[in-house]
Antibody, heavy 120, light 107 residues
Framework: EVQLVQSGAEVKKPGESLKISCKGSGYRFNSYWIAWVRQMPGKGLEWVGIIYPGDSDSRYSPSFQGHVTISVDRSSSTAYLQWSSLKASDTAMYYC?????????????WGLGTLVTVSS | SYELTQPPSVSVFPGQTARITCSGDALPKQYAYWYQQKPGQAPVLVIFKDTERPSGIPERFSGSSSGKIVTLTIGGVQAEDEADYYCQSVDSSTAWLFGGGTKLTVL
């Protein structure tokens, strides 16, 4: 059974750093892109970026480029989303999703989300 | 830049057919995907590649495409279908695009 298990909720202060995780199981982790999606409170879905675990090739939305970093640890089948300096506006639910195989660009399996709260 | 536009809300009575549209310049060239999101839950893929249904998704969910508009159709709507629905596609660099979401209310 394919599963994406995300790390638990986080409460941080502005300016702090944070790294959240998404652990894949039940499939060949290195062969499927993993995307990150933000959902701010009461708002819609926004694509943050994506990474291919096989070679760590990553792409970012222009809206998030330079503010977040997506990485992967193949040895533990885990993808990460990290911030070096959080802002209050980073408060949101963050989902990871496995991209469908081939030249198909939707997410077929999603994690349950990690709630990030940034408040002084 | 590419954008996807959805109506904010659609309302139907149980048993009726709900149609949710999504329009955008990217859609004639790229497939569309539809997600259902219920309150407090993660999104669930209900349609991929415009018209295909993942295993486990009820047959009452279907998708269609015509030019710049794709449509999610839910036939014989049930109370459990009340949710937010998002369309998604990609731009020319394969960056994901999401529509603003449509709240489906079952009256």
């Amino acid at each position: 059974e394919v599963q994406l298990v995300q790390s638990g909720a986080e409460v941080k202060k502005p300016g702090e750093s944070l790294k959240i995780s998404c652990k894949g199981s039940g499939y060949r982790f290195n062969s499927y892109w993993i995307a990150w999606v933000r959902q701010m409170p009461g708002k819609g879905l926004e694509w943050v970026g994506i990474i291919y675990p096989g070679d760590s090739d990553s792409r970012y939305s222009p809206s998030f480029q330079g503010h977040v970093t997506i990485s992967v640890d193949r040895s533990s089948s885990t993808a990460y989303l990290q911030w070096s300096s959080l802002k209050a506006s980073d408060t949101a639910m963050y989902y990871c999703a496995r991209r469908l195989a081939g030249y198909v660009y939707g997410g077929d399996y999603w994690g349950l989300g990690t709630l990030v709260t940034v408040s002084s | 830049s590419y954008e996807l536009t959805q109506p904010p809300s659609v309302s139907v009575f149980p048993g009726q057919t709900a149609r949710i549209t999504c329009s955008g310049d990217a859609l004639p060239k790229q497939y569309a995907y539809w997600y259902q999101q219920k309150p407090g839950q993660a999104p669930v893929l209900v349609i991929f590649k415009d018209t295909e249904r993942p295993s486990g998704i009820p047959e009452r969910f279907s998708g269609s495409s015509s030019g710049k508009i794709v449509t999610l159709t839910i036939g014989g709507v049930q109370a459990e279908d009340e949710a937010d629905y998002y369309c998604q596609s990609v731009d020319s660099s394969t960056a994901w695009l999401f529509g603003g979401g449509t709240k489906l209310t079952v009256l």
